[in-house]
């Protein structure tokens, strides 16, 4: 069966992150997206996965039983510190707690890491995406921005660990260099980018 991805087709999109929704828009803006908070009634899974793309493949099963008929797209992703044993990994939307803020998690992640210096301060955001078609079938894609974790917090855009992470080859924060550069250069970015090429490629 051909699963190619028209223009014509619809996207339900397994998150109630009100950043990640506003990055899928851009990314995906040739699509109508429908996101968790268009199915107010709808009771997420439980990330029990030991992965990002188990997670992401939790996430897209759960909302393919409400729609079946639709591209559905499971997205986890995080921020690894190397030095930290790769924490926080899959923890880092409650890397402080449940309930825990950006600023929460963000702060913990600085104290973890004060004793960190040079190299040790390296890391990596990751996004992987599993996206299930109508026809069965299944695309999974990691995307992945290496960098380094800086001292404190810079610049006043993007969310989660954006004002703390510096990508290789840049001087600024992910906060600092803003929506532009990460609608075309992040982890989420690259995903989004490399799932629309496999679907793409498939179906040439």
């Known amino acids: 069966m051909n699963d190619e991805l028209s223009l014509s087709k619809t996207i339900w999109i397994a998150t109630g992150n009100k950043g990640k929704a506003k990055e899928f828009k851009f990314l995906l803006k040739d699509h109508q997206l429908y996101f968790l908070k268009d199915l107010p009634d709808y009771q997420g899974p439980e990330e029990t996965g030991s992965s990002f793309e188990e997670n992401a493949r939790i996430k897209a099963q759960a909302l393919q039983k409400r729609k079946p008929k639709e591209w559905v797209l499971g997205e986890d992703s995080g921020l690894e510190v190397p030095a930290l044993n790769n924490a926080p990994g899959i923890y880092s939307a409650r890397y402080a707690g449940l309930g825990a803020t950006d600023t929460d998690n963000l702060n913990l992640l600085l ?46 855009e993007g969310f989660g660990y954006d004002p703390i992470f510096i990508p290789k080859g840049e001087t600024k924060s992910f906060a600092q260099l803003g929506v532009e550069y990460k609608n075309n250069y992040s982890h989420r970015a690259k995903a989004v980018q490399m799932f629309l090429q496999q679907i793409k490629y498939k179906n040439s």
Not at 124 to 144: M, Y
Request: net charge positive; proline share 4%; hydrophobic share 35%.
């Open 111 to 156: 104290k973890n890491m004060k004793h960190l210096t040079g190299e040790r301060r390296s890391a990596a955001f990751i996004s992987h995406i599993v996206a299930l078609s109508p026809e069965g079938k299944n695309h999974s894609i990691q995307g992945k921005v290496e960098g380094h974790i800086i001292y404190e917090p810079i610049g006043s």
